[in-house]
């Protein structure tokens, strides 16, 4: 879809003056220029063109109100000097995985008072040595270069390149990480008592183990008793001799 027919889907019977933030992400451009966007989107805050296939920005109308400008995967090398021109509320750009080489492309960037993100990530010119030095040197309004601030520290949500959309997303990991923590809880507390029921269990056993053992004992017990009184099989029994007397006797 071109970037006319993506704008018109993204105003919905609105006015270009009621629009505040613009997406227009993986459309395509006419011949690697902007067209569509004009100066009627006076109250535009946020414009996002990546991945549209631009190789300059030079038609980029007069936007006084811009603040967020994302303009990453395309192919824009220089001519960055109409953004200081027309996009003087400017805090925030990005123009990562673009064909920028040289810092001195960057130099028309310092006519932007107020901006205090840059991100060049992938592109060319990163692969200098003195490269974060270098970007700070030159653009001493900066705050944050790709996502850090000079001293290496990384960028809060509402400092960096978040536009607070994500802020909802981070309360439901939050959320669900504070559900997960219970339901491993809850986890341990059913093994704890599971642990205890089979503890209890064993002690039963035991008790009826000795109880078991101690009756089968005195039943051993029993039944020698029985057999020492018994006389053996196949023997007589023997008489006793006042027996034989009381005989002779009748």
């Known amino acids: 879809m071109d970037m006319k027919k993506r704008i018109h889907l ?21 011949e690697g220029k902007m067209e569509g966007i004009t100066e009627d989107f006076e109250n535009l805050e946020l414009l996002s063109l990546i991945n549209v296939g ?57 006519k932007l008072p107020v901006l205090k993100s840059l991100d060049l990530f992938n592109c060319e010119v990163t692969n200098l040595g003195d490269y974060r030095e270098s970007i700070f040197k030159l653009l001493p309004q900066l ?11 990384e960028a809060s949500d509402s400092d ?16 669900e990480g504070e559900s997960e923590e219970e339901e491993e809880e809850d986890d341990e507390e059913v093994v704890a008592e599971e642990d205890d029921d089979s503890g209890e269990s064993g002690e039963d056993g035991e008790v009826n183990g000795d ?28 008489r006793d001799p006042e027996d034989e007397d009381e005989e002779e006797d009748d």
């Open 54 to 110: 631009l190789i300059d920005v030079s038609n980029i109308p007069k936007l006084g109100k811009l603040k967020k400008l994302e303009l990453s995967d395309n192919r824009i090398s220089g001519g960055l000097e109409v953004l200081a021109e027309r996009l003087v509320n400017l805090t925030h750009l990005n123009l990562s995985g673009n064909k920028f080489k040289d810092i001195s492309t960057l130099e028309p960037l310092k």
């Open 143 to 153: 705050t944050y270069l790709d996502g850090y601030d000079i001293e290496d520290c």
């Open 211 to 238: 109880v078991d053992d101690d009756e089968d004992e005195d039943d051993e017990e029993e039944e020698d008793d029985e057999e020492e009184d018994s006389p053996a099989k196949g023997e007589k029994r023997k």
């Open 10 to 30: 993204e105003l919905r019977n609105r006015t270009p003056s009621d629009v505040q933030e613009l997406v227009l992400d993986n459309c395509r451009s006419n």
């Open 160 to 175: 960096g390149e978040g536009d607070g959309v994500d802020d909802d997303d981070d309360d439901e990991e939050v959320e």
